[in-house]
């Protein structure tokens, strides 16, 4: 039997569809996927709840009659609890049934509950690693542009910029469909930053780069060298 489209069941057809499915053994494995999807579990739940709750009200409400309808055969002497005993098997097995479809609805509800759950976590989950991963990309392409600028500048750089670069070669985020760990530098090249025309001044720039990156220490040779101390005193007597 093809999973019927859900969307056009009007709610009488969507209950019904929705407690022949309640009963794992009686599921069609593509209707009830679809059932219990996220787009329509809260529907599924409801109308699984709205018969529970049916449910429930007609015990209670068999019960009470039943009740009454004790006390008036009693008060009717021997004849009425002839009457009372010969109708009690029918009640018996009526209740007993609907007790159990009862409870087979409150387990169906207790699992859709349960898969609720789940989804909604996952999806929290999904979001929080998007953010956070949106998060790296933005840093990643902000400490990228910083080191462009003093490779384009020729300024000298601290030894605590060559240790903010070299994480971009450190830091790695899960690609594709393996979940690769991929450095941060890589995935700027390839998948989070716009490709441009290379231009001479930005081959040049790319040098600078790797020559920061490769940099001893973190430090490049280029900027080598401790500074002349001057000498307070010192000068020389250039008159003399």
Same mark, same amino acid.
């Given at each position: 039997?093809?999973?019927?489209? #859900?969307?056009?069941?009007?709610?009488?057809?969507?209950?019904?569809?929705?407690?022949?499915?309640?009963?794992? &053994?009686?599921?069609?494995?593509?209707?009830? !996927?679809?059932?219990?999807?996220?787009?329509?579990?809260?529907?599924?739940?409801?109308?699984?709840?709205?018969?529970?709750?049916?449910?429930?009200?007609?015990?209670?409400?068999?019960?009470?009659?039943?009740?009454?309808?004790?006390?008036?055969?009693? !008060?009717?002497?021997?004849?009425? &609890? &002839?009457?009372?005993?010969?109708?009690?098997?029918?009640?018996?097995?009526?209740?007993?049934?609907?007790?159990?479809?009862?409870?087979?609805?409150?387990?169906?509800?207790?699992?859709?509950?349960?898969?609720?759950?789940?989804?909604?976590?996952?999806?929290?989950?999904?979001?929080?690693? @998007?953010?956070?991963?949106?998060?790296?990309?933005?840093?990643?392409?902000?400490?990228?542009?910083?080191?462009?600028?003093?490779?384009?500048?020729?300024?000298?750089?601290? @030894?605590?910029?060559?240790?903010?670069?070299?994480?971009?070669?450190?830091?790695?985020?899960?690609?594709?469909?393996?979940?690769?760990?991929?450095?941060?530098?890589?995935?700027?090249?390839?998948?989070?930053?716009?490709?441009?025309?290379?231009?001479?001044?930005?081959?040049?720039?790319?040098?600078?780069?790797?020559?920061?990156?490769?940099?001893?220490?973190?430090?490049?040779?280029?900027?080598?060298?401790?500074?002349?101390?001057?000498?307070?005193?010192?000068? &020389?007597? #250039?008159?003399?």
């Amino acid at each position: 039997m093809d999973a019927p489209d #859900l969307t056009t069941l009007e709610d009488r057809d969507y209950e019904q569809l929705a407690v022949q499915h309640a009963h794992p &053994k009686h599921r069609n494995p593509d209707t009830w !996927a679809l059932l219990t999807s996220a787009d329509n579990i809260a529907r599924t739940r409801t109308v699984l709840m709205n018969v529970h709750q049916r449910t429930a009200a007609t015990l209670r409400r068999r019960k009470t009659e039943r009740d009454a309808f004790q006390q008036d055969c009693h !008060a009717r002497g021997e004849e009425g &609890k &002839k009457e009372w005993f010969a109708t009690r098997p029918e009640y018996e097995r009526w209740r007993r049934g609907t007790a159990g479809f009862h409870q087979m609805i409150q387990q169906a509800i207790s699992e859709l509950g349960k898969t609720q759950r789940q989804q909604n976590h996952k999806a929290m989950t999904q979001q929080g690693t @998007q953010a956070a991963r949106e998060a790296l990309r933005k840093l990643a392409v902000a400490v990228h542009r910083h080191q462009a600028v003093h490779a384009k500048t020729g300024t000298i750089a601290a @030894q605590e910029d060559y240790e903010l670069w070299q994480l971009l070669d450190q830091l790695t985020v899960p690609c594709g469909p393996g979940q690769e760990p991929t450095t941060l530098r890589t995935m700027l090249d390839f998948y989070w930053t716009d490709v441009d025309v290379v231009t001479d001044e930005d081959a040049a720039r790319e040098a600078a780069e790797k020559t920061m990156r490769r940099a001893p220490a973190g430090r490049s040779a280029a900027y080598s060298g401790v500074p002349r101390a001057r000498h307070v005193g010192g000068e &020389k007597d #250039l008159a003399g």
